[in-house]
């Protein structure tokens, strides 16, 4: 199923150019992955998902982003933020504690019930993998978990607002390898459930959990196909030169 | 319902947001409404250079140039003193003191700036007054020159804390370029960080000299207040602030003192605005 | 090379000259006072209302007068000061409009204060008819310290972090929730900082007050926020300048009051300022 369709979509930040007449399916069920040189576009792409580019002052858009064939300027902010979710680069809580983050955006939504509210931060907290290591801590500070532990508890936090969508931002560059990995093993099973975006600078990250790679450069989509094809077999010879650079 | 709050509180702030604005208006609106009555028995020209300031005399005479003078030759000698002491204190704290002394300074700074000028005048009183009296054999210490001490010493907080921030914010690297070529720290500081931070330090001076032509308790305390255009800075003199808080309080509502105190007050006000928006524009040049 | 040397030594040494005659003042200023004033503290001295036309008694009904004044000026200062302050970091974008918004700031600050005072007198005094009263001096004080409330606040305010914003938002929350919920609750030891300096400024001024409140001599107690009430500051001008033959004692007395309230308060924000970087966690 097509969750996000894009046509013909220009960003501008002030004078710059930051996303050039991009077209693109996003299939549900799958890991898209977006890699590409730095300042080739791919994080704006991103925050044009969930609308977070407006936060900027300079900004302008033209062209098309739309969830299941509804224009995301069409959709109420929030209900659009809720249903797709983000987590970033660095881990981030906020100063709450563990239980806090998570329930945080569900509270936001309006929930207020004690045992739902529960209920909803348990689960999420057993989807990001992270249950066993923290059930007994939830009242801490959430600066007190690992880095590993922090960016799963910022999975957490966006699964429990009950997203359709997650986009992950560079979600492993401030980890070390094993956290790495427990991060990735995470997202390969939320595409059982979820629609995945996962932009990296990892090129190896890519190859091991995406279905679908795209490669942006200078704000352009040069090329988007099944993973195996792009690291095998690219059609376009700057795929082809990225991916060598990058793995030699 | 949720939407309907956000979109209510948001308003409100917005509202709070433009209230400075709303405030500044009618501060100058309402000494407009009382001060410029004055001008119908007394010509602006006359108001702003008559030498003769007899408020309840008959008829009353209304020139404020003795008043703008006290003022100007308090604020000159505050400026005279003030200046090379505050930013000389800027440059050491900023570049030469040690960490450590750094703080405490800078405490002992924020100290002086969070005296309530009644005190200050009340010290000045019981200190400095005498002593203007005995070093200079003077008639009384209540004079022009001690007022300018005082006022001096007011307006170090702000020249020195806005110096330093000035000399803080010039890039490492213009200090380290000189200190490769084989300047000594003074020469640095001298040549390189003091001209890279003037138009910050420029600022600082003005909003010092607004700070001390604004200033009323302490100088009305020490100053002498006698209304005559003053000859030396040994003498007795009284200043624009000085004048409406001694006599505000005896001039009757509506009466022409009453309204002459206001004009002076829109004087003030617009001395004030003008140094203001003058500092604003040497702050926001250097970014 | 040796003769450059000599000349940094000497210019450092005017440079702390020049700090040494500014630091030794404040301090031999404070030290005088507490060393003057001390003996004059006692219970029926902060008790006892003022008699023999102020040549004797206490300073309570000037102490109370000036609780009074603060606590209006701070009712009145704070929530519009705060949602000002709200505005400019949170709302406000790069324009004219906040342009003029700051320079107004910066010229409310600057405004002298007894031209405050003036204000005050023709605003609330005469066209409101609040009469000389508590209230008309507390909207006057509150108005004056707006600027260091705004100020204070909006530092406090842009000093959290950018990132916790987008994750609020990004989480699905209102602009005004993540306001609320993130940026308020990390930004309220610096809004407290800026409320006590404000209160401290607003505790020491005397120029707003003279003809907007206060009372030359009242031996007692305020009745209602429409009645006059002595304050600290103004007590001590008069009984330095308009009374003849006041005990040296009782003026240093009064005066060690009033500084301390003010220092106090300083002290207060000064330590929450300090234990608040202690603690930050990011």
């Known amino acids: 199923m097509v969750k996000f369709e894009i046509h013909d979509l220009n960003i501008w930040f002030g004078s710059l150019h930051a996303i050039k007449h991009v077209n693109m399916e996003i299939l549900s069920n799958e890991i898209l992955s977006v890699i590409g040189p730095a300042n080739s576009g791919k994080t704006t792409f991103l925050r044009t998902l969930n609308r977070l580019n407006e936060l900027a002052t300079n900004y302008k858009i033209t062209g098309a982003a739309e969830l299941e064939r509804e224009d995301i300027r069409g959709i109420e902010i929030e209900e659009l933020r809720r249903k797709v979710g983000m987590v970033f680069a660095l881990p981030l809580p906020l100063p709450l504690s563990v239980f806090d983050n998570v329930a945080y955006g569900v509270r936001m939504h309006g929930e207020r019930g004690k045992k739902k509210l529960e209920e909803k931060v348990e689960e999420a907290l057993r989807q990001a993998y992270l249950w066993e290591e923290v059930k007994d801590r939830l009242s801490e500070s959430a600066f007190k978990l690992s880095g590993g532990q922090q960016q799963r508890l910022c999975i957490a936090r966006t699964l429990a607002v009950g997203p359709e969508v997650i986009l992950f931002d560079e979600p492993c560059s401030g980890l070390d390898p094993i956290s790495t990995a427990k991060v990735e093993d995470a997202m390969v099973k939320l595409k059982e459930k979820f629609t995945v975006v996962l932009v990296t600078n990892n090129v190896k990250q890519a190859a091991r959990v995406a279905d679908k790679t795209a490669f942006f450069l200078s704000g352009e989509l040069v090329e988007l196909d099944n993973t195996d094809r792009i690291f095998t077999a690219p059609k376009d010879k700057r795929t082809d030169g990225y991916i060598r650079g990058k793995f030699g | 319902m949720r939407k309907f709050k956000e979109f209510i509180i948001e308003k409100l702030i917005l509202i709070c947001g433009l209230a400075s604005i709303f405030f500044v208006i009618l501060i100058f609106l309402f000494l407009l409404k009382e001060g410029l009555a004055v001008f119908k028995s007394v010509n602006l020209l006359k108001f702003l250079f008559g030498k003769n300031w007899y408020p309840i005399s008959e008829p009353a005479q209304l020139g404020i140039l003795p008043l703008i003078l006290g003022s100007l030759l308090v604020t000159i000698g505050a400026a005279v003193i003030s200046v090379p002491i505050g930013v000389a204190c800027a440059m050491y704290i900023a570049e030469v003191a040690p960490i450590k002394i750094k703080e405490v300074l800078k405490a002992g700074i924020e100290l002086l700036a969070a005296i309530p000028s009644v005190v200050l005048g009340f010290i000045g009183m019981v200190t400095l007054v005498p002593w203007v009296k005995a070093v200079f054999k003077v008639p009384t210490g209540l004079t022009a020159l001690s007022g300018s001490i005082m006022l001096a010493f007011m307006a170090m907080p702000t020249i020195v804390s806005i110096s330093e921030d000035a000399l803080y914010s010039v890039p490492k690297s213009y200090k380290e370029g000189a200190l490769a070529l084989g300047a000594t720290r003074w020469q640095a500081i001298w040549h390189v960080m003091l001209p890279a931070a003037s138009s910050g330090i420029l600022a600082a001076v003005m909003l010092g000299i607004g700070r001390v032509i604004g200033e009323t308790m302490a100088v009305m305390m020490i100053t002498g207040n006698s209304a005559v255009i003053p000859h030396s800075i040994l003498e007795p003199v009284r200043t624009l602030t000085a004048t409406i808080a001694a006599e505000m309080g005896e001039a009757v509502v509506g009466s022409e003192h009453y309204f002459a105190l206001f004009a002076v007050g829109i004087v003030l006000f617009v001395i004030s605005f003008a140094i203001n928006v003058t500092a604003d524009l040497f702050l926001h040049k250097k970014k | 090379m040796s003769n450059s040397k000599t000349s940094q030594k000497i210019a450092f040494f005017f440079l702390f000259l020049a700090t040494l005659l500014i630091i030794v003042p404040v301090g031999l200023i404070i030290v005088i006072i507490i060393q003057k004033g001390l003996p004059a503290i006692n219970w029926q001295f902060l008790s006892d209302i003022p008699r023999q036309g102020m040549r004797a008694g206490g300073i309570f009904p000037a102490i109370i007068g000036t609780i009074y004044l603060v606590t209006g000026a701070i009712i009145f200062a704070l929530p519009i000061g705060l949602l000002a302050a709200i505005y400019l970091s949170e709302y406000s974008k790069d324009n004219l409009l906040t342009r003029i918004i700051k320079l107004a700031i910066v010229n409310l600050a600057g405004v002298p204060s007894v031209v405050y005072g003036l204000f005050g007198l023709a605003?609330?005094?005469?066209?409101?008819?609040?009469?000389?009263?508590?209230?008309?001096?507390?909207?006057?004080?509150?108005?004056?310290?707006?600027?260091?409330?705004?100020?204070?606040?909006?530092?406090?305010?842009?000093?959290?972090?950018?990132?916790?914003?987008?994750?609020?938002?990004?989480?699905?929350?209102?602009?005004?929730?993540?306001?609320?919920?993130?940026?308020?609750?990390?930004?309220?030891?610096?809004?407290?900082?800026?409320?006590?300096?404000?209160?401290?400024?607003?505790?020491?001024?005397?120029?707003?007050?003279?003809?907007?409140?206060?009372?030359?001599?009242?031996?007692?107690?305020?009745?209602?926020?429409?009645?006059?009430?002595?304050?600290?500051?103004?007590?001590?001008?008069?009984?330095?300048?308009?009374?003849?033959?006041?005990?040296?004692?009782?003026?240093?007395?009064?005066?060690?009051?009033?500084?301390?309230?003010?220092?106090?308060?300083?002290?207060?924000?000064?330590?929450?300022?300090?234990?608040?970087?202690?603690k930050k966690k990011w």
């Not at chain 3, 004056?144 to 100020?151: A, D, Q, S």
């Not at chain 3, 005004?176 to 030891?189: E, Y």
């Not at chain 3, 209160?199 to 209602?224: D, K, N, Q």
Request: charge should be positive; glycine fraction near 6%.
């Open chain 3, 123 to 278: 605003l609330f005094v005469v066209f409101c008819k609040f009469g000389a009263s508590i209230i008309s001096g507390s909207l006057t004080l509150g108005i004056m310290i707006l600027p260091v409330i705004i100020t204070t606040s909006r530092e406090a305010l842009e000093s959290v972090p950018h990132s916790f914003r987008e994750v609020s938002l990004s989480l699905g929350a209102s602009k005004w929730q993540t306001i609320r919920n993130i940026v308020l609750p990390n930004a309220i030891p610096g809004i407290l900082t800026g409320t006590i300096l404000g209160l401290g400024r607003a505790a020491g001024e005397t120029a707003p007050i003279l003809f907007t409140v206060a009372a030359f001599y009242l031996p007692r107690l305020p009745h209602s926020i429409l009645d006059q009430a002595m304050a600290l500051p103004y007590h001590l001008y008069v009984i330095s300048t308009q009374v003849p033959n006041v005990d040296e004692k009782i003026r240093y007395g009064t005066a060690l009051v009033l500084l301390a309230l003010v220092l106090i308060m300083n002290l207060v924000a000064i330590i929450i300022r300090y234990k608040f970087r202690k």
